[in-house]
């Protein structure tokens, strides 16, 4: 080989990596995701500890799915096996009109269809371009379905840090985002990790939670949080010591978020499918008193409420009712 072509051999090979991170990174926002960064692939020490010490103090409620797969969650590598790069995604679902009046709060992420139908479309999409512009490539996509610590990832992919509340927050745009995840044996140019933690001295997340979930050291007490009590915690009554406490919330909860400084930098999203459902908007709380099972099941079939069943529902609603007579 001369050397000329041997020059020309070795920029290829330096240079495949660059063109196949710039080609990713690019469809990716083609695909209508907001940030995209990536991280090598390698086991999470430190997370492994944390991870531990918060399922030992119970901190995962009933959520048994978070004590399984330890391993798996910790080291992407047995999730898929010879991977290399761990490809973060964010995605913007922050509305451009909320909810009015008193009636019963629903969380933001959920106004519209449920993300776990839309990104993943999104995910699997980007994994067969990848695999027709690159060639055979191992993968697999995770939306918060998978043992995958992906606010870690995202941290380690240069997307922001992990707020007080336990959320991601993008220095550009606020935390009002879904993390996506694709694992790939794909050998990337990665990003540098978010290395600074802009909340400061700020405990506004932690001062503004009315069941004091959110703990110091960027610990929250999922037991305690109105997104598990209202959503993770099946068929079982409401502890009657958070009576007084939901401040209208019916499923989930965006205090931590409403009150974070840096949300005042969210932009509404572009996704026609994260477009309110416009029950959520205008139901009031009679009406949903009088809503029947049917109806739910009707008008909430591809939203993330379905989650918590119509039963669900009902109980939240009661329990929220029982808070507004007691005041």
Same mark, same amino acid.
């Given at each position: 080989?001369?050397?000329?072509?041997?020059?020309?051999?070795?920029?290829?090979?330096?240079?495949?990596?660059?063109?196949?991170?710039?080609?990713?990174? /690019?469809?990716?926002?083609?695909?209508?995701?907001?940030?995209?960064?990536?991280?090598?692939?390698? /086991?999470?020490?430190?997370?492994?500890?944390?991870?531990?010490?918060?399922?030992? /103090?119970?901190? $995962?409620?009933? *959520?048994?799915?978070?004590?399984?797969?330890?391993?798996?969650?910790?080291?992407?590598?047995?999730?898929?096996?010879?991977?290399?790069?761990?490809?973060?995604?964010?995605?913007?679902? =922050?509305?451009?009109?909320? $909810?009015?009046?008193?009636?019963?709060?629903?969380?933001?992420?959920? =106004?519209?269809?449920?993300?776990?139908?839309?990104?993943?479309?999104?995910?699997?999409?980007?994994?067969?371009?990848? @695999?027709?512009?690159?060639?055979?490539?191992?993968?697999?996509?995770?939306?918060?379905?998978?043992?995958?610590?992906? @606010?870690?990832?995202?941290?380690?992919?240069?997307?922001?840090?992990?707020?007080?509340?336990?959320?991601?927050?993008?220095?550009?745009?606020?935390?009002?985002?879904?993390?996506?995840?694709?694992?790939?044996?794909?050998?990337?140019?990665?990003?540098?990790?978010?290395?600074?933690?802009?909340?400061?001295?700020?405990?506004?997340?932690?001062?503004?939670?009315?069941?004091?979930?959110?703990?110091?050291?960027?610990?929250?007490?999922?037991?305690?949080?109105?997104? =598990?009590?209202?959503?993770?915690?099946?068929?079982?009554?409401?502890?009657?010591? *958070?009576?007084?406490?939901?401040?209208?919330? *019916?499923?989930?909860?965006?205090?931590? $978020?409403?009150?974070?400084?840096?949300? @005042?930098?969210?932009?509404?999203? $572009?996704?026609?499918?994260?477009?309110?459902?416009?029950?959520?908007?205008?139901?009031?709380?009679?009406?949903?008193?009088?809503?029947?099972?049917?109806?739910?099941?009707?008008?909430?079939?591809?939203?993330?409420? @379905?989650?918590?069943?119509?039963?669900?529902?009902?109980?939240?609603?009661?329990?929220?009712?029982?808070?507004?007579?007691?005041?």
């Amino acid at each position: 080989m001369g050397l000329l072509s041997l020059i020309n051999s070795c920029f290829f090979i330096m240079s495949t990596p660059f063109r196949n991170t710039e080609f990713i990174k /690019k469809e990716a926002a083609r695909l209508g995701f907001d940030f995209c960064g990536i991280a090598r692939a390698e /086991k999470l020490e430190e997370d492994a500890r944390r991870l531990e010490d918060w399922l030992h /103090k119970g901190r $995962q409620g009933l *959520m048994k799915y978070m004590e399984a797969h330890f391993e798996l969650r910790i080291d992407p590598r047995l999730l898929v096996p010879g991977a290399r790069s761990v490809i973060t995604l964010l995605k913007n679902y =922050y509305p451009g009109k909320e $909810q009015s009046g008193t009636a019963p709060r629903i969380a933001k992420y959920a =106004y519209g269809k449920d993300y776990h139908d839309v990104i993943r479309g999104n995910l699997n999409e980007l994994l067969e371009n990848i @695999r027709i512009k690159i060639g055979e490539v191992q993968g697999r996509g995770f939306v918060d379905s998978a043992p995958v610590l992906e @606010r870690t990832w995202a941290e380690k992919s240069g997307l922001g840090w992990v707020g007080k509340n336990g959320n991601l927050i993008n220095k550009q745009n606020g935390s009002f985002f879904f993390i996506a995840t694709l694992i790939t044996d794909l050998h990337l140019e990665y990003d540098d990790p978010f290395a600074k933690d802009f909340c400061g001295n700020c405990t506004l997340c932690i001062d503004s939670c009315p069941t004091e979930a959110i703990l110091p050291n960027k610990v929250v007490d999922g037991s305690r949080c109105i997104s =598990y009590l209202t959503i993770e915690l099946k068929e079982m009554m409401i502890p009657s010591e *958070m009576q007084g406490k939901f401040n209208n919330w *019916m499923f989930g909860c965006d205090i931590c $978020q409403d009150v974070c400084p840096w949300n @005042r930098f969210s932009k509404p999203h $572009q996704e026609t499918q994260f477009e309110p459902i416009p029950e959520i908007l205008n139901l009031s709380t009679k009406e949903w008193e009088a809503l029947t099972e049917e109806n739910f099941k009707k008008i909430f079939r591809d939203s993330p409420l @379905r989650r918590a069943k119509f039963s669900g529902i009902r109980r939240n609603l009661n329990f929220i009712q029982a808070d507004q007579k007691s005041l």
